[in-house]
Structure formats: structure tokens, C-alpha cells
């Protein structure tokens, strides 16, 4: 049986303008510059970008970050909970001391970890305070990223390098991810652009 020519072209037309929604859909996301995949592949999970946004102090942009998940989410909570890897990648957009974004990681633990939680951060936080102040500083364009990874623990990668032991605990990720998600983040507008609305 042959097709009208009509409902050919329709058919091509319909398939062109799938085959360029999906193509879409797969294109990287870029922001102020700064490319993210639309997925990824962590320890043979696909990830998919939950959320991205610009980090600013004052009126100055400091960084692009994107979240991953294995599925959206839409709260802190759902973040949390969320089973599987996930990953919260950083570029910068200015240069950065090290040792600086270090300390102003742990005032954001601080300020959105409850009292009773933080003394079993402290160790944790020491380390990563290291890790970062030896980095001396980071230039625009140079990227890092958090990965829970389950059965190893959270793994802090500095320009395509893994930074020490990773950090075993899912409770040290989740403080990482309040610095970002907490009642107090460090920027509510990239708080609200991390958190996935679709």
C-alpha cells in the first residue's frame, strides 16, 4: 500500500520535528558560558541535570552550578533522598581563592546544619578545608564536583582530579548539599534554579 504524497510529508514533517525536539532536549544547557550536559554518566547510572543556575555575591557572578540526579526533584528533601549517585558540579566564572571558598563552605555547613549534627561534621570539614587550601585558587573556567557515589562516599574532584579518600557518610553529603538547598543558602535565586519546577 503507498501513501498519499499529502500524508507522507506530514509523516516526514512529524518525524523531522521529533528527531529536533529530542535533539533539543539532549542539547547541553549554557549558562553565562559555561556548558552543562542535559546527562550524564556516573558510575554507569545516567544523571540528569536537575537544575542550573549562576552563583552571585553582591552584584558579582562567582560560579555556575548544576545539579544531577538519577530522577527530577523539586525540594531540598526529594535532593536528600534521592537514592543513588548524584552530583553538584561547579565552574567558576571569576577567579577564587581556595582557601577562602573552603572556609565559606564550612560557614554554609554551619549555618544550615542543626547543633547537635555538626561535631560529627568536624572531622570531615577539617579535610575538606585542606583540600581546598591547597588548591591555592581557582581560575574562571576551572570546574570541581561533589559526587555521593553509593558504597564509597562522597567524592571531591578538582579540575578532573579526585582530591583525598572520599568522605563515607551520606550525612557529610547532605550538609555539602545545604550549603546550596538549606533554610539559609549561600544564594536563594540559585537555590530556587537547582530545585527542578518541571
Known amino acids: 500500500m503507498t501513501l498519499p504524497l499529502s500524508l507522507y510529508k506530514q509523516c516526514i514533517t512529524g ?58 526533584a523539586a525540594t531540598p528533601e526529594e535532593v536528600y533522598a534521592a537514592p543513588g549517585p548524584k552530583r553538584l558540579s561547579i565552574t567558576l566564572l571569576r577567579e577564587i581563592d581556595s582557601n577562602e571558598l573552603g572556609k565559606a563552605f564550612t560557614k554554609g555547613i554551619e549555618d544550615n546544619t542543626p547543633k547537635g549534627e555538626m561535631s560529627r561534621l568536624i572531622p570531615g570539614l577539617i579535610r575538606m578545608g585542606q583540600i581546598f587550601a591547597d588548591q591555592k585558587k581557582l581560575l574562571p573556567g576551572e570546574n570541581f564536583t561533589i559526587d555521593w557515589i553509593p558504597g564509597t562516599g562522597t567524592v571531591l574532584t578538582v579540575k578532573g ?11 557529610f553529603f547532605n550538609a555539602l548539599m545545604r550549603i546550596w538547598l538549606g533554610p539559609q543558602p549561600a544564594d536563594w535565586r540559585l537555590k530556587e534554579a537547582l530545585l527542578s519546577k518541571g
Open 15 to 72: 518525524l523531522a520535528g521529533l528527531v529536533l525536539s529530542l535533539g533539543v532536549l539532549a542539547a547541553p544547557v549554557e549558562i553565562s558560558g559555561v556548558k552543562l550536559e542535559d546527562a550524564l554518566d556516573l558510575q554507569g547510572t545516567k544523571l540528569q541535570l536537575n537544575g542550573a543556575g549562576i552563583r552571585y555575591k553582591a552584584v558579582f557572578k562567582v560560579y555556575v552550578a548544576g545539579l544531577y540526579l538519577g530522577k527530577k
Open 161 to 171: 582530579k579526585q582530591q583525598g579518600e572520599p568522605f563515607r557518610e551520606i550525612e
